[in-house]
């Protein structure tokens, strides 16, 4: 996302849930519910990540999933890095390529290389289901 007005609207509309200065295991909800689910960082990049996360939103009614990091900074990472801004909103409708489009987009691009004689992408030791439309 290179659009700042839009990064601090989903900053906003996360810190409206999230205490977005407190870091687990202390508690980071503004208000405690009755479900909470939680994942490592790198679930993001699996391919079941999206059909979950777009079917659990439309279940509880939302019209769009948003995604924001907090670590490490924005301002002192983020836009240095990548010139973008961490975070992305995208529509419960919205396809696996869809969101597979906005990731690869948000500078994970730099952390990852294709191994061609595996055909697949490579973060460090760890590979990543290749996508159609990222060959």
Do not use: K
């Not at 508690?27 to 990049?45: A, K, N, P, T």
């Not at 890095?81 to 994970?108: H, N, T």
Request: contains cysteine.
């Amino acid at each position: 996302m290179t659009d700042h007005h839009a990064y601090l609207n989903i900053r906003s509309r996360c810190g409206a849930t999230f205490d977005l200065s407190v870091r687990l295991p202390d508690q980071v909800f503004r208000e405690i519910g009755d479900e909470s689910l939680f994942c490592e960082f790198d679930r993001v990049l699996t391919p079941e990540f999206w059909p979950a996360l777009s079917a659990m939103a439309r279940w509880h009614g939302d019209e769009h999933v948003e995604l924001l990091v907090l670590e490490p900074d924005c301002d002192g990472y983020y836009l240095s890095e990548y010139q973008s801004y961490p975070a992305l909103s995208l529509s419960v409708e919205a396809g696996e390529d869809d969101y597979w489009a906005l990731i690869w987009s948000r500078g994970c691009q730099r952390h990852l290389r294709f191994d061609r004689d595996f055909g697949e992408r490579r973060c460090g030791d760890r590979a990543f289901p290749q996508m159609g439309m990222l060959g």
